[in-house]
């Protein structure tokens, strides 16, 4: 099944899916130290040497390349690695880290078809675990880890959902929208719309202030609003913060955020889901233009999303040792 808009992470596993000829899937199972790319990225050699995806900044592609061949020839999985501890000492990461691939001749289709189903078209996250003994790949069944599992998990890409006006609104749809983010506006303004519309971004009219019946928010799901006219703000708050969405937040000094949380307590909001609402908004503080205030924000919300809450935390990193 031929899918579009594939996001660029996913493409590898597309291209097991969707084949046309044989192929080998490489995913990183090991990292230790500083990597390019993080643990389950994958790779996808096909039987012509074309690569989709990668897996470093290009230091070990080539060389990925002649051995998934060789695996594809011999029909049997083996586990490469790079970096501290390998024995190719021609190749070096220059970040000084260490890599452990696994290449995986020909994968499951149904497997492979259902990952994507589950994390494309259900917007769900969906976790896998490949025995890197066998290179045999299969839905994870959750509990604990067996030595010799390698268990990935993968993510709905980040959709946004805006409400607003002005520019600060239009830059950061167009920052959004460049890095491929699905991202709706809405906007009570036709020139707001117009504007996001001329950038290919969805843009729905606001004719109330309320939170659209069919705004689907789910748990990789961004609320962002940049409103200047406040009085927008809670009827469409109350509401959003009954969603899944993992990020939800407005734009303003404390004083309008102060007011913004009063207005939702007189509507009845419980202290539980407004403590969720985020604001002011943005990694750096008092953003006084609109595209240092689009970065800021598009940061704090990929923070969010990697699970990173403070502008000084480091998510750690996790290596695994294969014999």
């Known amino acids: 099944m031929r899918r579009t808009n594939i996001p660029k992470d996913l493409a ?11 192929c080998v899937l490489a995913v990183i ?20 040497g074309c690569l989709v995806g ?12 002649i051995h998934a061949l060789k695996c594809l020839k011999s029909g049997v999985s083996k586990v490469v690695r790079y970096g501290r501890g390998s024995p190719y000492l021609d190749i070096v990461l220059p970040c000084g880290g260490g890599l452990q691939i696994i290449l995986i001749p020909n994968p499951d289709k149904e497997i492979t078809n259902h990952l994507l189903n589950t994390v494309i078209t259900d917007r769900r996250a969906c976790a896998y675990d490949i025995d890197c003994e066998t290179g045999a790949i299969f839905l994870s069944r959750g509990g604990k880890i067996p030595s010799a599992i390698f268990r990935g998990k993968i993510l709905p890409e980040l959709k946004f959902l805006i409400f607003g006006k002005g520019p600060e609104l239009t830059t950061f749809a167009t920052l959004a929208q460049s890095a491929n983010f699905q991202t709706t506006l809405y906007s009570p303004d036709s020139d707001t719309l117009e504007e996001a519309r001329s950038i290919g971004c969805e843009a729905m009219a606001l004719t109330r202030p309320e939170f659209p019946t ?22 469409i708050l109350r509401d959003a913060l009954l969603t899944s969405a993992f990020y939800i937040g407005a734009q303003g000094s404390k004083r309008t955020r102060d007011n913004r949380l009063d207005s939702l307590r007189a509507m009845g909001a419980a202290e539980h889901s407004i403590a969720r609402l985020l604001g002011p908004i943005g990694l750096i503080d008092s953003a006084r233009d609109a595209r240092t205030l689009a970065i800021s924000v598009l940061a704090e919300v990929i923070s969010e999303a990697n699970g990173v809450n403070s502008k000084n935390a480091r998510a750690p990193r996790q290596f695994k040792h294969l014999a």
């Open 12 to 22: 590898p596993l597309e291209a097991c899916a969707d084949r046309t000829q044989s």
């Open 29 to 48: 199972i090991g990292v230790e130290g500083p990597s390019y790319r993080p643990l389950g990225a994958m790779m996808t050699v096909l039987q012509n």
């Open 54 to 65: 990668t897996l470093s900044s290009g230091c070990v592609e080539a060389d990925i390349r």
């Open 214 to 235: 069919d705004a689907n928010a789910d748990p990789r799901t961004a609320i962002v609003l940049f409103f200047h006219d406040h009085d927008w703000e809670p009827p």
